[in-house]
């Protein structure tokens, strides 16, 4: 991408699994630099399973510099357990960032797929499919949970007031 770029992580947090994605922007133009998933194993203790997403995700801001990152929220439906689960990997992710110093935007699931789709309450299938099309992929990005942090740093560049974690 020609001119001035900047990098953008995106981050789906979660204990068993943390999705990362790194989009380029220039201008308007979007482009996928790389994506993955940090997988905990549950049987691990839990001080473990957290050391590990936040190495691995600073291992990330390491190779890619990104300037900002958006990540998802902690929405808590029906499952309060599942949610502190979430919200303990989210800590794990936002110290990585922290400690690079990224501007953090951090997004609800329903203004994500408002930003990627135009509907906050799009359906999974319909957020992958617009990941895969406003990146100009092959494919659509694998697992959902890369899928879903690709859609998070899409939504940081509709958003443009990240704050600082």
Same mark, same amino acid.
Request: glycine share 10%.
């Given at each position: 991408?020609?001119?001035?770029?900047?990098?953008?992580?995106?981050?789906?947090?979660?204990?068993?699994?943390?999705?990362?994605?790194?989009?380029?922007?220039? !201008?308007?133009? $979007?482009?996928?630099? %790389?994506?993955?998933?940090? +997988?905990?194993?549950?049987?691990? #203790?839990?001080?473990?399973? *957290?050391?590990?997403?936040?190495?691995?995700?600073?291992?990330?801001?390491?190779?890619?510099?990104?300037?900002?990152?958006?990540?998802?929220?902690?929405?808590?439906?029906?499952?309060?357990?599942?949610?502190?689960?979430?919200?303990?990997?989210? !800590?794990?992710? $936002?110290?990585?960032? %922290?400690?690079?110093?990224? +501007?953090?935007?951090?997004?609800? #699931?329903?203004?994500?797929? *408002?930003?990627?789709?135009?509907?906050?309450?799009?359906?999974?299938?319909?957020?992958?499919?617009?990941?895969?099309?406003?990146?100009?992929?092959?494919?659509?990005?694998?697992?959902?949970?890369?899928?879903?942090?690709?859609?998070?740093?899409?939504?940081?560049?509709?958003?443009?007031?990240?704050?600082?974690?």
């Amino acid at each position: 991408m020609a001119g001035t770029a900047r990098i953008i992580l995106g981050i789906d947090p979660g204990l068993a699994h943390t999705g990362w994605g790194v989009v380029e922007q220039c !201008g308007s133009r $979007l482009g996928c630099v %790389a994506y993955g998933c940090v +997988a905990t194993p549950a049987d691990a #203790p839990l001080a473990e399973r *957290l050391l590990k997403i936040h190495h691995q995700v600073g291992a990330v801001i390491e190779r890619f510099r990104p300037s900002c990152v958006g990540i998802e929220t902690v929405w808590f439906g029906n499952n309060v357990t599942a949610a502190f689960a979430t919200g303990q990997a989210r !800590g794990a992710a $936002l110290v990585a960032c %922290a400690e690079m110093g990224l +501007a953090v935007g951090e997004y609800s #699931p329903s203004q994500i797929k *408002l930003a990627v789709v135009g509907e906050g309450t799009a359906e999974k299938e319909q957020v992958q499919y617009m990941v895969r099309h406003l990146l100009k992929l092959e494919r659509d990005p694998a697992p959902d949970h890369a899928a879903d942090a690709l859609a998070a740093a899409i939504c940081y560049t509709t958003h443009e007031t990240g704050r600082f974690a």
